[in-house]
């Protein structure tokens, strides 16, 4: 388990199976990086100072135009509460299959899944919501874990299906989808990034904690983005 804090959000990341490393992205503070060559992919990000409003959150983004937030400006509210968003990639599965519906959790990835789901439900707190990938693999895993946590439905949302959002750098041998695929994939994994990794609203009451079970370039784009 290991986890990123930032004012208003937590992720913390639960691997079921296999490891989960992470792509580079080239948009470290204060970092100087040459542009794209003629070899790499036209949407490489260029480095760039840190965002602070990078989840368009912060006070003044939030007012309607045109009105001033007057004394607020200089001193603009700040949430208390965190969202605790615990990423967690399904367990093991046969990779042989042809088609998702056979890509079944294995013996070994229901084991890792139910453990992961004793794992939770030792940390003591209340899971608000628990969102699922509805891919074969990440819909066991889910169900397993929320077997093990009893803490109701999960919501099953397409958008975090797994698939290839940016090509990794260094470049890897072992893994290369077509360039269209790319394309494809990384506006929507993007979409799935702003819909669910966001500080919480100034005005929130207390700490809430969020399950979302996906898929290691999933997870790794959340990450690293």
Partial sequence: ???FLTRGLK?????????????????????ATPGPGPDSPSHVLLAHKWDYNWDKREPYSL???????GNEEKSPPKSTATRHIYLIRHGQYDIDAQDD????????????AKFTGKRLSQLGVKFTNFYVSNMTRALETAKIIEEELGCGEFVV??????????????PVTHWNPEKYEFFIEGPRIEAAFRKYIYRTDTDA??????????HANVIRYFTCR
Wanted: hydrophobic letters at 30%; a neutral charge.
């Fill in 1 to 3: 388990m290991s986890g």
């Fill in 11 to 31: 992720l913390t990341g639960f691997v079921t199976a296999g490891f989960i490393g992470g792509y580079t992205l080239n948009n470290v503070a204060n970092c």
């Fill in 63 to 69: 007012r309607k135009p045109g009105k001033s937030l």
């Fill in 101 to 112: 519906c056979g890509r079944k959790l294995t013996k070994i990835g229901q084991e890792q």
């Fill in 157 to 170: 949302d397409p958008i975090l299906r797994e698939g290839p959002p940016i090509p990794p750098e260094p």
């Fill in 205 to 214: 009451p207390e700490d809430t904690h969020e399950i979302i079970v996906c």
